[in-house]
Nanobody, 121 residues
Framework: QVQLVESGGGLVQAGGSLRLSCAAS????????MGWFRQAPGKEREFVAA????????RLGDSVKERFTISRDNANNTVYLQMNSLKPEDTAVYYC??????????????WGQGTQVTVSS
């Protein structure tokens, strides 16, 4: 069982930055694919980023490439999403997710409760 708790959301102006954190429980954290998804009102949950395996292979969604980065600290069971050059269309609830396998679909086994990110224009 893996429990995930996100933090770091908030209100930011367009062009600003935020860093989201996701603290995970469990001793096998380093073996899981850690992902970030987001969901805006009335829209489907969208893949944002994932970090895969012990080599920390990164995958990013097309809409956030060159603006967002994902990283993990296995010693502290934490994954981060650094969001730069934020746009109003980045406004959404951001969810941390964990799964043994990588996917761009929101079919991960474990989910956090979500954290709101609002970008004002």
């Amino acid at each position: 069982q893996v429990q995930l708790v996100e933090s770091g959301g908030g209100l930011v102006q367009a062009g600003g930055s935020l860093r989201l954190s996701c603290a995970a429980s469990g001793r096998t954290f380093s073996t899981y694919v850690m992902g970030w998804f987001r969901q805006a009102p009335g829209k489907e949950r969208e893949f944002v980023a994932a970090i895969i395996g012990s080599y920390n292979i990164v995958r990013l969604g097309d809409s956030v490439k060159e603006r967002f980065t994902i990283s993990r600290d296995n010693a502290n069971n934490t994954v981060y999403l650094q969001m730069n050059s934020l746009k109003p269309e980045d406004t959404a609830v951001y969810y941390c997710a964990a799964d043994p396998s990588f996917s761009r679909r929101p079919d991960y086994a474990y989910w956090g409760q979500g954290t709101q990110v609002t970008v004002s224009s």
